[in-house]
């Protein structure tokens, strides 16, 4: 059973320091158990904490100390950066609410997110690297239902603590849509990401995951919009 969380420690923070310095397994091996107390379990911990956060809520999240954070491995088969570690620690959050079911999950990659990185902490979520029909729908949705798009985005609260959405973007309008359309920079968008900043304070804080569940309150509209559109049957290999 996970201890009580009680905040991420300076010392988590300058292992990942260290290991961005030392990024090969003859470091790390020795030092997997204090990977393990530090980063890890506490992670774990916050996931446990979190859920229950989010079900007070009534948010349509999960946090699952098994599922949600990620491996510290990197995939380094297709790539040209061979470190076998990764220098932060995250986690993800599947949207549990109503939505398209695809995979086995519901949202069909819509959900939040945690990232923990010395300097980079941040939450927040989205839809990341979406399939074409996904990403078609969103499109669509953008044309077809404007007012609500803009509502969402432009409410206060989200404004306020996100600013807007980011990601990843094409340089020229998509196929199908004209350069002088209105939302043109929405539309170019093939993620639709939204974050905000988190400070050492609230890293290091036992109230973090009431924070970050207050937080995700935020992102509920946009995350429902994103999780009603068509999904894929198979996720976007790109």
């Not at 790539?79 to 993800?92: E, G, I, L």
Request: proline fraction near 8%; glycine fraction near 10%.
């Amino acid at each position: 059973m996970a201890s009580a969380f009680s905040g991420f420690s300076a010392d988590a923070f300058q292992f990942l320091v260290d290991l961005a310095l030392n990024n090969d397994r003859a470091w790390f091996l020795p030092r997997k158990a204090s990977y393990e107390r530090l980063l890890k379990e506490p992670l774990e911990a916050f996931c446990v904490a979190l859920n229950g956060e989010l079900a007070a809520r009534s948010i349509p999240l999960s946090a699952d100390p098994a599922r949600s954070p990620f491996r510290i491995y990197r995939d380094v088969r297709f790539s040209k950066d061979k470190s076998p570690y990764k220098t932060a620690a995250s986690a993800s959050f599947p949207w549990s609410g109503k939505g398209v079911e695809v995979g086995g999950g519901v949202g069909g990659g819509v959900g939040g997110y945690l990232h923990l990185e010395p300097g980079e902490c941040f939450v927040g979520g989205g839809m990341w690297h979406p399939g074409p029909v996904r990403l078609g729908a969103w499109r669509s949705a953008v044309v077809a239902d404007r007012a609500r798009v803009h509502s969402i985005l432009g409410a206060d609260a989200f404004r306020t603590t996100f600013g807007t959405i980011d990601g990843s973007r094409l340089t020229r309008p998509p196929a199908g849509y004209s350069a002088d359309d209105p939302d043109i920079e929405l539309l170019k968008f093939k993620d639709v990401t939204f974050g905000r900043r988190v400070s050492d304070a609230e890293v290091g804080s036992p109230d973090l995951p009431a924070l970050v569940a207050d937080t995700l309150a935020i992102g509920v509209p946009l995350r429902g919009l994103l999780a009603a559109l068509p999904a894929d049957e198979q996720p976007d290999r790109r």
